[in-house]
C-alpha cells in the first residue's frame, strides 16, 4: 500500500491531499487525528453518515465499523472503501459483519467501478 499511495500522491501527505480535497467543506467536517482505536467521541455522539477507509487491516475495518455503527441514525449510511478491490481481506471483514449485523441493515448497496459498499441501518423516520 504505501508504494501505491506513493505514486499517487506525489510527494504529499495523506494529510495534505485530504485538506487539498475537503478546503470547501471544513467548516462542517470535524477532524479527529488520532489512531481510530483511541478515539473518543463525545457522549451522545450521533451520525448520519460513515466513511470507512483507513488502516485495512480486518481488525480495524471491524473497529471503525462498530465506532460508527453504534452511533449511526435510523437510516443514516456506513460506507467502506475498497470492497471487492485489491484488498481481499477487507472485502471478506465487511462480509462477515454483514452476516453479523443482517438483522440491523436496511440495505446494501454497491458502487463496483469505485470499490465502495454503503449499509443503510434499520430504523423508522422521525414523525413531524
Keep these: 500500500m504505501s508504494e501505491l499511495y506513493e505514486r499517487h500522491l506525489s510527494g504529499k501527505s495523506q494529510e495534505q491531499i485530504f485538506y487539498e480535497v475537503n478546503r ?3 467548516a462542517y467536517l470535524r477532524v479527529l487525528k488520532t489512531d481510530s482505536k483511541r478515539v473518543k467521541f463525545p457522549s451522545g455522539a450521533r451520525f448520519a ?3 470507512i477507509d483507513g488502516n485495512h487491516d480486518p481488525a480495524y475495518v471491524e473497529n471503525d465499523f462498530y465506532l460508527v455503527w ?3 441514525v435510523p437510516r443514516g449510511v456506513v460506507g467502506f472503501h475498497d470492497y471487492k478491490g485489491d484488498l481481499p481481506q477487507v472485502t471478506a471483514k465487511i462480509e462477515e459483519l454483514i452476516r ?3 438483522a440491523s441493515i436496511l440495505s446494501v448497496d454497491e458502487i463496483p467501478a469505485r ?3 454503503l449499509l443503510t441501518k434499520k430504523g ?5
Design 115 to 117: 470499490w465502495i459498499l
Design 49 to 51: 453518515f460513515g466513511f
Design 70 to 72: 453504534q452511533r449511526l
Design 100 to 102: 453479523r449485523e443482517r
Design 24 to 26: 470547501k467543506n471544513l
Design 124 to 128: 423508522h423516520d422521525p414523525q413531524p
